[in-house]
């Protein structure tokens, strides 16, 4: 059984900073690309930033040079690193692992969600 558990979110002010971590568990030979997607309130969910298993990032145009994602393979585990947080950033934020290849199946899998509140 795959599980992807999220921690580090939580309610911090403008300007402040947040370290998000995602642990893939279960019996996993690899994952493609890891990422961050996050929903607001009334909002669909969007991409935040997105990691390959090579390393290669992308990131949405609204966290460029704020936000930094990286990932440990040996571990499974991908973090986003969270600066200059604004309350726009307020979101649930969830993982994705995507191409997880399990000794059953390939398919993306996603955590359950933090909370990242930002206040002004």
């Known amino acids: 059984q795959v599980q992807l558990v999220e921690s580090g979110g939580g309610l911090v002010q403008a300007g402040g900073s947040l370290r998000l971590s995602c642990a893939a568990s279960g019996r996993i030979f690899s994952i493609n690309a890891m990422g961050w997607y996050r929903q607001a309130p009334g909002k669909q969910r969007e991409l935040v930033a997105t990691?390959?298993?090579?390393?290669?990032?992308r990131y949405a145009d609204s966290v460029k040079g704020r936000f930094t994602i990286s990932r440990d393979n040996a571990k499974n585990t991908v973090y986003l690193r969270m600066n200059s947080l604004k309350p726009e950033d307020t979101a649930v934020y969830y993982c994705?692992?995507?191409?997880?290849?399990?000794?059953?199946?390939?398919?993306?899998?996603w955590g359950q969600g933090t909370q990242v509140t930002v206040s002004s």
């Open positions: 994705k692992a995507g191409g997880l290849t399990t000794a059953q199946a390939m398919g993306d899998y």
């Open positions: 990691i390959t298993r090579g390393g290669s990032t």
